[in-house]
């Protein structure tokens, strides 16, 4: 029987909108920490994630690993924990019910309005930044990053109250599964220009802020609407049938060095198939690069640990020449949020001492590309509770902690002398 177009163009579209409507689920996938003290545990407990399906990093320090495994291969990973010699703490023994709790809040939450009682999509987020834009035209101004592999225009503002004021700029959501951070994002932009809070207005008007709140567009609107737990970008590999790359690790600076990203395009730390492969890397490096001379400061939001994590990441065996300073402004951000009543703990050094070996990163590319001074990873909660499905409930918390820290980091940073104008008008 020969089909007609029409019924190939129609059968196309139920292909099409049944993948948007079966989101890839996690049914009784756990997640363990496992504790190692040798680089042969850590190295024979990795290679597990080849197998992407079955296993997946979802954080490593210098002694501990955080990784889900699925239903199917819980006996192969039992037997490499008795090979490793390595035991294991459960502390999410199901993911799909995290992320259907994750749902069925914002489902019942308010939709009508914008808001930060549950997490937005990309094209609420855009929507509401127009009509910030629209409603504060005397200091916003929208900037355009770049667009996208799936040719998404990447979007950010600048708030901007008077002249002559050091820059901030933030990069949120460049790993697509890390909702919290466009969530912060947003939430500080709406502060930043509604607060009447005597300390907020200061710290919105002293500084001019440019905000991205979601880099990687093509991942996050993929994390929404196909597979909650996507990190990396959306472009094919050339090579693989896997897709994707972690831009975390794309950037032009000491790229792919000492191990510091993986080569295998399935890995969730797969660093690309060269420095600034991804267009969206691309495009924030010529952004920023094209206002470098404005910005002071260079803060990256990711989830999760609760971390400051300063340069080098791609090397432990040297430190920036400023790093005692970088210490005592992630000191002040930490002792800042710990004096709140929540009570949160965040430590802080480079990211080759406190974590792990990463190349390619934001910070990296900041503090040694661009002569950006101070630049920090800034790792929100928690610590492993909920991991990257973190809920609505903790938003308005965990943004209230970047508020207080980043306000102490700011004014650690006056007192050290880094925010003087870089520029002449």
């Known amino acids: 029987m020969q089909l007609s177009g029409i019924t190939i163009i129609f059968i196309l579209c139920l292909v099409l909108v049944r993948g948007l409507e079966d989101p890839i689920r996690y049914d009784n996938y756990a997640v363990y920490k496992l504790k190692y003290s040798s680089s042969w545990q850590r190295n024979l407990l990795l290679k597990l994630t080849e197998e992407h399906e079955n296993f997946r990093l979802w954080h490593e320090s210098r002694d501990e690993l955080h990784m889900m495994v699925g239903p199917k291969a819980m006996w192969k990973f039992q037997q490499a924990l008795q090979k490793a010699h390595v035991k294991s703490d459960l502390f999410i023994n199901n993911v799909q019910e995290l992320i259907e709790n994750e749902t069925d809040i914002s489902t019942r939450a308010d939709t009508s309005e914008f808001g930060w009682t549950r997490y937005n999509t990309l094209e609420e987020i855009e929507k509401w930044l127009d009509e910030i834009l629209s409603a504060y035209p005397g200091v916003t101004e929208e900037f355009i990053v770049g667009q996208s592999y799936e040719n998404r225009t990447i979007r950010g503002i600048k708030i901007s109250y008077k002249l002559n004021n050091p820059g901030v700029f933030i990069e949120s959501n460049i790993h697509a599964r890390e909702w919290i951070t466009s969530a912060t994002a947003t939430w500080l932009i709406n502060q930043f220009l509604t607060s009447e809070d005597e300390m907020i207005r200061s710290l919105a008007e002293n500084h001019d802020w440019y905000i991205v709140p979601v880099l990687n567009v093509d991942g996050f609107v993929y994390s929404h609407e196909k597979d909650r737990m996507w990190r990396k970008t959306r472009q094919p590999s050339e090579t693989s049938s896997c ?183």
């Open 243 to 425: 897709v994707g790359v972690d831009p975390n690790r794309n950037f032009d600076s000491h790229w792919m060095e000492n191990g510091g990203a993986s080569e295998e395009p399935c890995a969730e730390n797969y660093g690309g198939p060269y420095a600034n492969s991804e267009p969206e890397i691309k495009a924030i490096s010529e952004f920023v690069a094209s206002i470098k001379d404005k910005v002071n400061v260079m803060l990256a939001f990711h989830s999760y640990s609760q971390l400051l994590l300063s340069p080098y990441g791609h090397t432990a065996e040297e430190e920036p020449e400023n790093y005692d300073d970088l210490n005592a402004v992630a000191k002040a951000y930490a002792d800042a949020v710990l004096a709140l009543p929540y009570g949160t703990s965040y430590d802080y050094g480079s990211v080759a001492s406190v974590l792990y070996i990463a190349s390619g990163g934001t910070n990296d590319w900041a503090y040694n590309e661009q002569d950006i001074r101070i630049s920090y990873t800034i790792e929100f909660r928690d610590q492993g509770k909920y991991g990257f499905i973190l809920p609505p409930a903790y938003i308005v918390p965990n943004s209230e902690e970047a508020l207080i820290g980043i306000s102490a980091l700011l004014d650690k940073c006056q007192e050290l002398g880094y925010l003087e104008l870089k520029y002449t008008l």
